[in-house]
């Protein structure tokens, strides 16, 4: 996460810069002040970590002129602007040019810690998720497809960089969505296999009275119908990989066949009394429980331990909530390009919303909403979608989805969490309380 940077004060009169340096110091908030504005645009980049607060009227360059030149050197720039009664017109005008929030005189020291706290929060969020885009793009091969920057994801391809090259046959387990094919498949392109098929099996997509046929092959006159010799999918996959998904809806009695297969490296033909020899690895997935369906007689158990030589476990996106902003702008990029469209700009807020909510459908529903996000489809109530509202409605919005977020990235822990949104325990306190926010919510459960 980016460091705050320092909030940079401009106003031509003296005692009004004291006393604001003197207000954020006493908040422990960095200030940095300036009698012209002149002075304070070098400072103002697209990586600079703080904020600017400027007074509307002062000699020479005035603050609508420096507002509209740091939005020059960075649209996302947030800009305070301190107004006299009489400039608050003025001053609305220039929230609608892009200005983050005015402040009029005289203002409680409250009101400017506050303006400049909610800021900042900003400024670290926005150059955050540019970061995560800047990585998001150079994730180029083998393991490009598990993409991730949690050390649960970092566990899972330290796993697969640790087996890929052996012929230890893998187990892959892991909920609905969560990327098991994906890990097999990235398992194969980095083993020496790479080169030689990857043959994909859904196990419960084929059909009751073929399945034996579609594995094995079958010799003519096996059963009615077989006019011809055909070679079965583990044939197909000689001196490659094959990746046998949802095994667990196997038959009883393939799987007896499958043991076989799996001990002796050889299949027989339906029809045939020959034994064809394969050089192939097996990797298996199931989001279900083996060993619980082993133990009730739905699975065999000595299959089981033929087949786990290796176990990698693919997290749910609850588990990693940290790479879910990633995985958002990345599923985005994709259906801009299925769509031929250019990429949209996804807000810090949606990404808040996103990050906070819980995907059943793991990774598979998030690239559906980055589908319907690319699509401009509504969301139906979903919260990963921008509220409407006045400017109050959604910086409140905006808030309450940050330290939602930053709760779940910290499972709920108060300290990491306020140490990240730079606020006080107090202030955290408060906020949760006024946003109905509930810690337990965001705590990992042991179970």
Same mark, same amino acid.
């Given at each position: 996460?980016?460091?705050?940077?320092?909030?940079?004060?401009?106003?031509?009169?003296?005692?009004?810069?004291?006393?604001?340096?003197?207000?954020?110091?006493?908040?422990?908030?960095?200030?940095?002040?300036?009698?012209?504005?002149?002075?304070?645009?070098?400072?103002?980049?697209?990586?600079?970590?703080?904020?600017?607060?400027?007074?509307?009227?002062?000699?020479?360059?005035?603050?609508?002129?420096?507002?509209?030149? /740091?939005?020059?050197?960075?649209?996302?720039?947030?800009?305070?602007?301190?107004?006299?009664?009489?400039?608050?017109?003025?001053?609305?005008?220039?929230?609608?040019?892009?200005?983050?929030?005015?402040?009029?005189?005289?203002?409680?020291?409250?009101?400017?810690?506050?303006?400049?706290?909610?800021?900042?929060?900003?400024?670290?969020?926005?150059?955050?998720?540019?970061?995560?885009?800047?990585?998001?793009?150079?994730?180029?091969?083998?393991?490009?497809?598990?993409?991730?920057?949690?050390?649960?994801?970092?566990?899972?391809?330290?796993?697969?960089?640790?087996?890929?090259?052996?012929? &230890?046959?893998?187990?892959?387990?892991?909920?609905?969505?969560?990327?098991?094919?994906?890990?097999?498949?990235?398992?194969?392109?980095?083993?020496?296999?790479?080169?030689?098929?990857?043959?994909?099996?859904?196990?419960?997509?084929?059909?009751?009275?073929?399945?034996?046929?579609?594995?094995?092959?079958?010799?003519?006159?096996?059963?009615?119908?077989?006019?011809? /010799?055909?070679?079965?999918?583990?044939?197909?996959?000689?001196?490659?990989?094959?990746?046998?998904?949802?095994?667990?809806?196997?038959?009883?009695?393939?799987?007896?066949?499958?043991?076989?297969?799996?001990?002796?490296?050889?299949?027989?033909?339906?029809?045939?009394?020959?034994?064809?020899?394969?050089?192939?690895?097996?990797?298996?997935?199931?989001?279900?429980?083996?060993?619980?369906?082993?133990?009730?007689?739905?699975?065999?158990?000595?299959?089981?331990?033929?087949?786990?030589?290796?176990?990698?476990?693919?997290?749910?996106?609850?588990?990693?909530?940290?790479?879910?902003?990633?995985?958002?702008?990345?599923?985005?990029?994709?259906?801009?390009?299925?769509?031929?469209?250019?990429?949209?700009?996804?807000?810090?807020?949606?990404?808040?919303?996103?990050? &906070?909510?819980?995907?059943?459908?793991?990774?598979?529903?998030?690239?559906? &909403?980055?589908?319907?996000?690319?699509?401009?489809?509504?969301?139906?109530?979903?919260?990963?979608?921008?509220?409407?509202?006045?400017? /109050?409605?959604?910086? /409140?919005?905006?808030?309450?989805?940050?330290?939602?977020?930053?709760?779940?990235?910290? &499972?709920?822990?108060?300290?990491?969490?306020?140490?990240?949104?730079?606020?006080?325990?107090?202030?955290?306190?408060?906020?949760?309380? =006024?946003?109905?926010?509930? =810690?337990?919510?965001?705590?990992?459960?042991?179970?």
């Amino acid at each position: 996460m980016t460091a705050p940077g320092p909030a940079l004060f401009v106003d031509d009169e003296e005692p009004l810069r004291i006393a604001a340096q003197q207000t954020l110091e006493l908040a422990d908030l960095d200030c940095a002040c300036f009698d012209r504005a002149a002075s304070v645009l070098p400072k103002i980049t697209t990586d600079f970590p703080g904020i600017l607060v400027t007074d509307i009227r002062m000699p020479g360059m005035d603050g609508t002129a420096l507002l509209r030149a /740091a939005l020059q050197k960075d649209p996302e720039f947030p800009v305070i602007l301190v107004t006299g009664h009489g400039d608050l017109e003025l001053a609305v005008g220039m929230m609608r040019d892009g200005g983050y929030d005015f402040i009029e005189k005289p203002y409680a020291p409250e009101r400017l810690v506050d303006a400049v706290r909610r800021a900042l929060a900003l400024r670290r969020l926005t150059l955050e998720n540019r970061r995560l885009r800047s990585q998001v793009t150079p994730l180029i091969g083998a393991m490009d497809s598990l993409r991730g920057f949690s050390p649960e994801m970092e566990t899972v391809r330290r796993q697969i960089r640790t087996v890929a090259n052996s012929d &230890a046959d893998v187990l892959i387990v892991g909920d609905t969505g969560t990327g098991k094919g994906l890990a097999a498949e990235a398992l194969h392109a980095a083993s020496k296999r790479a080169d030689r098929p990857f043959v994909s099996i859904n196990c419960a997509a084929l059909p009751a009275d073929l399945i034996e046929s579609e594995l094995f092959g079958h010799e003519p006159g096996a059963f009615a119908g077989a006019t011809r /010799a055909r070679a079965g999918k583990f044939e197909h996959a000689r001196w490659g990989t094959v990746f046998l998904d949802e095994i667990d809806s196997l038959p009883l009695a393939l799987q007896a066949k499958l043991l076989h297969a799996v001990e002796t490296r050889s299949i027989s033909r339906l029809g045939s009394h020959d034994w064809i020899d394969l050089d192939v690895r097996f990797v298996a997935a199931s989001k279900s429980d083996l060993e619980a369906a082993a133990a009730q007689g739905r699975f065999r158990s000595d299959l089981l331990y033929r087949l786990n030589v290796v176990t990698i476990r693919m997290p749910s996106l609850a588990a990693r909530r940290q790479d879910i902003p990633m995985l958002f702008l990345t599923f985005v990029g994709q259906m801009a390009d299925r769509y031929d469209q250019s990429v949209p700009h996804v807000p810090g807020a949606v990404l808040d919303a996103i990050a &906070a909510r819980d995907w059943p459908g793991n990774a598979r529903e998030l690239r559906n &909403a980055a589908e319907r996000y690319v699509l401009g489809l509504p969301e139906g109530g979903e919260q990963a979608m921008p509220v409407a509202g006045t400017l /109050a409605d959604r910086v /409140a919005e905006h808030e309450r989805a940050l330290i939602a977020a930053s709760l779940a990235a910290n &499972a709920g822990r108060l300290k990491d969490t306020y140490e990240a949104l730079g606020i006080s325990r107090k202030a955290l306190y408060e906020k949760m309380q =006024r946003h109905g926010l509930d =810690r337990e919510a965001f705590v990992e459960s042991d179970g």
